[in-house]
Structures are given as C-alpha cells and as structure tokens.
C-alpha cells in the first residue's frame, strides 16, 4: 500500500525565514512519482512539481527548493525568504505507475506573520 | 486557456437528499479524477474515469456515483446523503497517454449537508 507521511501538521515563521516541510512516502512500487501542491484558502489544489522516482536531482525555483532522497523516502521542500502570500497548506502527494490514484498526506499549514 | 472549472462551487443539502456536481477537464486533458476533502484531511480519491469509463475506485460506497460524457467533463452523483458527506469535492483533470503528466484541479464544490 502507498502512504504519504506529513508529520508537521502546523509551522508559524515570521515573513523572511526559510521553511522546510516534510514529507515521507512509502510504496512498493519502482517507479512512482511524487508531488507538491498548495491549497489556499480558495480551495483549489495548485500543483508545485512532480519528482520521478528514476530522478533524484534536486530541483530550485525561486524562492522554491525540492530535496528528494530516496535513500530516505523522502521529498522535503523548502522555502527560502518566505512571504505572507506563502500562507497556505501544502500537500506532497503519491503517484505509482499507470495512471493511478494520487495519495495524499495530512497536509502541512503554513502561517507567515509579517 | 480554461484550467479545470467545477460548478456550483457552494451547495448546501439536507440528509438523504441527492446530489449532482459538475467538472469540464483542463482544455487538451481526457481524464478525470475526483477526491473528497474533509475539513483538515488530505484529498481521499474516489473514483477515476477515462473513455467515459470508471476506470478506478477509492474505498467510498455504491452511494457515489459517477459519469463522463463524450466531450470529457464528469459528473459526480451522492445518494442518500449523510452528514459525513460534508465536505470539499475536488475534480482534477490530466492527459492519459502522457507519462508525465500532473493532475490540475479545480477550485472544489464545498457540500454542507444539514
């Protein structure tokens, strides 16, 4: 069975420090793909990025930073310089092959207090 | 470029009443998937459709109920609702034949049942 741990169910930083969420993901399966989403308050689900399990390099956009180790079973993202704007819940999400179902963690709530 | 577009986005039904929600997929994607999200919980997949097909199910009973039309949008059917039903539908949308491809979401249809 797949299984999305995010054990950081809520983390408060002041506007300009770095943040890292945490996410641990267990699956059989020898290739899968992980995700990020944000949920804001609106509701919707906005996709971040998408990691292959075959693709261990580390990834930077902007302010945005992915670490995936597989070693580990881990996908932790982080943000650098945070704002308010970044005030929102984040979802790592699970994904084997054959187009299956995404399997979702709690989810982390970010607050950035300016 | 239309992203996924759920209606109505807020609904508000009595118990054992049924209920209809709508999804258009993103402009090029033929592959719809629908989540419920209970208040402070992850995404729960329920069903997945393609070629107007269920082609996945989560773990939600025979109550939910599903279609997808030729031009690819879905419908998604609750009988007999239940106050545990409450909760944030999520439609996303993604292309089939690509490997790698992420789910897009909708803004959700928040359901209140009282």
């Known amino acids: 069975a797949q299984k999305v741990t995010q054990a950081q169910t809520e983390i408060s930083v002041v506007e300009k420090e770095d943040v890292t969420l945490d996410c641990v993901y267990e699956?059989?399966?020898?290739?899968?793909?992980l995700f990020w989403y944000k949920q804001p308050p609106s509701g919707e689900l906005v996709f971040l990025i998408r990691?292959?399990?075959?693709?261990?390099q580390n990834e930077i956009s902007g302010r945005y930073s992915w670490n995936f180790q597989k070693s580990t079973s881990s996908f932790n993202f982080t943000i650098t310089a945070s704002q308010v704007v970044d005030s929102a819940v984040y979802f790592c999400?699970?994904?084997?092959?054959?187009?299956?179902?995404?399997?979702f963690g709690t989810g982390t709530r970010l607050l950035v207090s300016p | 470029d239309a992203g996924v577009t759920q209606s109505p986005t807020h609904l508000i039904k009595t118990r054992g009443q049924q209920v209809t929600l709508r999804c258009s997929p993103k402009?090029?994607?033929?592959?719809v998937s629908w989540y419920q999200q209970a208040l402070g919980q992850g995404p729960q997949f329920i069903f997945q459709?393609?070629?107007?097909?269920?082609?996945q199910r989560g773990n939600f009973p025979d109550r939910f109920s599903g279609h997808q039309f030729p031009n690819y949008s879905s419908e998604l059917n609750v009988n007999a609702l239940l106050l545990g039903d409450s909760a944030l539908y999520l439609c996303?949308?993604?292309?089939?034949?690509?490997?790698?491809?992420?789910?897009?979401f909708g803004q959700g249809t928040r359901l209140t049942v009282v």
């Open positions: 699956t059989r399966d020898t290739t899968y793909y």
């Open positions: 402009s090029g994607h033929d592959t």
């Open positions: 996303a949308s993604s292309k089939r034949d690509s490997r790698n491809t992420e789910a897009f």
């Open positions: 459709y393609y070629e107007e097909e269920e082609r």
């Open positions: 999400a699970l994904r084997g092959t054959g187009f299956q179902k995404l399997v």
């Open positions: 990691r292959n399990s075959f693709d261990e």
